[in-house]
């Protein structure tokens, strides 16, 4: 075991001084590391989180390497937005980390002994000084979008999306949901013109009528508010590789906020070609 662990920092050593002179990042055969990262929140809910004396912002992300080019994470930042897009720039951080991902069946997974391939890293969303913030602000519904970034082993500088979460301090309707269409062709200035398309999503409820306002946002951008139904939001342009994060915050006539989300590939999105006809009062 003592030799394996010696094998292990002695290759590890040897990267780091390739590495260092910026071999693998020069050279075309080291691509840079792709990672799928999802986050569940533990906690469901406010109203449980109290009951269970639970941590409400606890959030377990999983990272799966996608090629065979490893990754260190370095950091997580926590960008905090209301339910409208407007950023809470007194709450935005970052948080530091030592997360590394290491493919399967690659040398340095050899040496290590390492047979899983996901990684999984817990943090909190809603410490005490944020839900501080956003109570004496009376501010019903935070989005906090998260964007992990670091170094793969090719000495690429990474940046990967981790998601957005959203949390309403006012508990409403118990069953919202979301569903996604898309127009081919609409173009975004930041993809190619060749993938790109135009993403959009409409609310999936029960019964219409007692909702009174939906605030959208995708991918970390307000896509609109819509206060009668169908509740469609606007479409955001991305590519059709993109993975798309919808979130919104649903009022009803009672006075409560409910958080919808959903996350999907743009690929898979665009293959609904419209959102589902909905009547005021009907599923």
Same mark, same amino acid.
């Given at each position: 075991m003592r030799g394996k662990t010696l094998v292990f920092y002695a290759f590890l050593s040897v990267l780091f001084f390739l590495s260092s002179c910026g071999w693998f990042s020069d050279n075309p055969m080291f691509p840079k590391a792709k990672v799928s990262i999802t986050g569940e929140v533990?906690?469901?809910s406010l109203s449980i989180a109290s009951?269970?004396?639970?941590n409400w912002g606890l959030t377990q992300f999983t990272f799966t390497p996608l090629?065979?080019?490893g990754v260190k994470i370095t950091q997580c930042r926590l960008e905090y937005r209301k339910a409208d897009g407007t950023v809470l720039a007194a709450l935005t951080r970052t948080i530091g980390t030592s997360i590394d991902i290491i493919p399967p069946q690659t040398p340095m997974a050899s040496v290590a002994g390492m047979e899983n391939a996901s990684v999984t890293w817990e943090a909190d969303l809603l410490p005490s000084d944020v839900e501080a913030y956003i109570r004496s602000n009376r501010i019903p519904v935070v989005i906090v979008n998260v964007t992990f970034s670091g170094t793969d082993y090719a000495t690429h500088a990474v940046s990967y999306r981790g998601g957005d979460?959203?949390?309403s301090m006012l508990e409403g309707l118990p069953s919202v949901d979301l569903e996604f269409f898309c127009t081919v062709g609409g173009g975004c200035p930041s993809c190619d013109t060749e993938s790109s398309v135009q993403v959009g999503c409409a609310?999936?409820? &029960? &019964?219409?009528?007692?909702i009174k306002k939906v605030e959208f946002s995708i991918n970390g951008q307000s896509a609109g508010v819509d206060t009668t139904p169908p509740f469609v939001s606007e479409s955001v342009g991305v590519s059709l590789s993109d993975t798309v994060t919808a979130v919104a915050a649903v009022y009803d006539?009672?006075?409560g906020i409910s958080i919808a989300t959903k996350t999907q590939k743009a690929g898979e999105i665009c293959q609904i070609p419209s959102?589902?006809?909905r009547t005021p009062g009907g599923s």
């Amino acid at each position: 075991m003592r030799g394996k662990t010696l094998v292990f920092y002695a290759f590890l050593s040897v990267l780091f001084f390739l590495s260092s002179c910026g071999w693998f990042s020069d050279n075309p055969m080291f691509p840079k590391a792709k990672v799928s990262i999802t986050g569940e929140v533990l906690v469901p809910s406010l109203s449980i989180a109290s009951a269970e004396s639970k941590n409400w912002g606890l959030t377990q992300f999983t990272f799966t390497p996608l090629n065979r080019v490893g990754v260190k994470i370095t950091q997580c930042r926590l960008e905090y937005r209301k339910a409208d897009g407007t950023v809470l720039a007194a709450l935005t951080r970052t948080i530091g980390t030592s997360i590394d991902i290491i493919p399967p069946q690659t040398p340095m997974a050899s040496v290590a002994g390492m047979e899983n391939a996901s990684v999984t890293w817990e943090a909190d969303l809603l410490p005490s000084d944020v839900e501080a913030y956003i109570r004496s602000n009376r501010i019903p519904v935070v989005i906090v979008n998260v964007t992990f970034s670091g170094t793969d082993y090719a000495t690429h500088a990474v940046s990967y999306r981790g998601g957005d979460f959203g949390f309403s301090m006012l508990e409403g309707l118990p069953s919202v949901d979301l569903e996604f269409f898309c127009t081919v062709g609409g173009g975004c200035p930041s993809c190619d013109t060749e993938s790109s398309v135009q993403v959009g999503c409409a609310l999936k409820v &029960d &019964d219409a009528t007692v909702i009174k306002k939906v605030e959208f946002s995708i991918n970390g951008q307000s896509a609109g508010v819509d206060t009668t139904p169908p509740f469609v939001s606007e479409s955001v342009g991305v590519s059709l590789s993109d993975t798309v994060t919808a979130v919104a915050a649903v009022y009803d006539v009672n006075g409560g906020i409910s958080i919808a989300t959903k996350t999907q590939k743009a690929g898979e999105i665009c293959q609904i070609p419209s959102p589902s006809p909905r009547t005021p009062g009907g599923s």
